[in-house]
């Protein structure tokens, strides 16, 4: 492990890196380029703490999943993750496995669809980049690492989180059991799938025997019905699309103007520039 190279790597990145580039508002009060210490670790889930010795070359040895945390956060391009990886001790990741490398045009494109909500997720259930709209209708999802980053793993780990009305969530299992099936069979031995399927294995009945089912292919419906704790449920239209990057989905979450879930779509809006005005 390079601690002085992984330092000086790390800080040259954050400070490239501009609050929209990852979602964040500017501030009045800032002053130096590029993320804040504070912003990378909120963003890539570990403490101010830990990051802050990571930059100055006095941290252990970052794990594997850290540093696949880290990647997503600073944006960093399949090279420049091979590198991270070098530098920290660690071999490069097998380029076969899904990519977290979002490119800044299609954050630029997210960012820009304000009244809908656009993510972009891997093939193991991981939002790489959320735009405003989606972090207020499916909460903030940049701080999670290792199998609890994955949206299948917390579907099937914490039902009690599930967004969906209670008649449909059997349908939606289904669906995703079928989605983990699908990218087991194209990437079955790389480390992500592999920590991923023993992690959903190890929650229950449930999945297990769906999994047994062996489905693939699934399709998902093209409009969903979600269940807001501030606006009560919506029913969006849904559009997936493929993105240029192996394993990667961008999906959006829409509604026509003039239905009652644009209105709540709106108004979720307000609630949430709301919020940001009494904590500042």
């Known amino acids: 492990m390079d601690r002085t190279s992984l330092a000086d ?17 500017v501030g009045p009060r800032r002053r130096a380029p590029g993320l804040r210490r504070e912003e990378v670790a909120h963003l890539t889930g570990m403490s101010v703490d830990y990051y802050a010795r990571l930059e100055q070359a006095r941290s252990p040895q970052p794990s594997v999943q850290m540093l696949r945390a880290l990647a997503r956060t600073l944006r960093l391009s399949d090279d420049e993750t091979d590198h991270l990886y070098r530098l920290a001790g660690h071999a490069a990741p097998d380029r076969s496995a899904s990519s977290a490398y979002v490119r800044p045009v299609l954050l630029r494109v997210i960012d820009q669809l304000e009244d809908c909500a656009a993510f972009v997720i891997s093939d193991i259930g991981v939002v790489l980049a959320q735009n405003r709209m989606s972090r207020l209708l499916q909460g903030d999802r940049s701080g999670l690492t ?48 592999i920590e991923l399927l023993d992690a959903l294995l190890a929650t229950g009945e449930e999945f297990t025997e769906l999994w047994e089912r062996h489905e693939v292919g699934l399709r998902h419906p093209m409009t969903k019905r979600l269940i807001h704790p501030r606006v009560g449920l919506l029913e969006v239209d849904c559009e997936t699309m493929a993105t240029a990057e ?31 005005a009494v904590t500042k």
Do not use: C, M, N
């Open 9 to 25: 790597f790390l800080r040259r990145r954050r400070e490239a890196l501009q609050p929209a580039d990852v979602g964040l508002s």
């Open 246 to 276: 192996e394993g990667q989905s961008l999906v959006i979450l829409s509604a026509a103007p003039g239905t009652e879930t644009y209105g709540k779509l709106e108004l979720l809006r307000v609630l949430g520039e709301q919020d940001v």
């Open 146 to 193: 290792g199998v609890e980053a994955s949206w299948t793993w917390r579907w099937f780990a914490e039902p009690e989180t599930r967004a969906v009305p209670p008649e449909e969530q059997a349908e939606h299992s289904r669906i995703r059991v079928a989605e983990v099936r699908a990218t087991w069979s194209r990437r079955p031995k790389d480390p992500d799938v």
